[in-house]
């Protein structure tokens, strides 16, 4: 089956080689697209740089930072159109998703219809987050999974392997958080409409190079976002 990898991109020009390097290494057939928002770093042209060695990296330049949701749904979206891929996988571009767990999430994909590289599913976790970070993100996982009522553990992962079979019959326009919280929607939206979900525990390693893109806005849009779809199952259903 055909995979197509997910890496947005905005300030990474010190990660992107290494990480591309590594995918291409663990599952050398996938195609690898880039979506860069006009990082003024310089991160689209070290991909440029790359993709005259790569051939499978496909780098879609936007015109400014227009956001994880729309990088990732968008980029789906149109590629679903064009009808060349069975399987799509989102990730960051720092290392936090080492590649080498796509080929364990391609296993189960045979018998699921979403794959969730998960932190607090059994053998997974986290490495070099203050205890701040550490408390933040795992209450903020058991306040959603609490709310939605959902099976998994990881709500706010952003490793996530989708067989393009079963997005051709959701409408992914139906999403509507913006920022990070697009990851809990998605998942439950998913979940609503029947996909087969397992999780596949990874270590997330915390970037050790470049910043981080959590702000108080994406916390705070996280707080209210399951309640928003808590309120709206029949939407998701529909």
Known sequence: MKLAILIPTYNEAKNIEGVIRAVT???PTADVHIIDDNSPDGTAMVVEGLMREFPQI??????????????????????????????????????????????EMLKKIETNDVVIGSRYTKGGGIRNWPFRRLFLSYFGNLYARTILHTPFRDMTAGFIMMRGDFLKRVDLKKINATGYAFLMELKFYLYQRGARVAEVPIIFTDRTQGDSKISSNIMKEGLVIPWKMTFSRKYYRS
């Open 25 to 27: 290494k663990y599952v």
């Open 58 to 103: 496909k780098l879609k330049k936007r015109a400014g930072k227009l956001g994880l949701a729309s990088a990732y749904l968008g980029t789906i979206m149109d590629l679903l159109r064009t009808g060349s891929y069975d399987l799509f996988l989102t990730m960051d571009a720092d290392f936090s998703h080492h590649p080498k767990y796509i080929l």
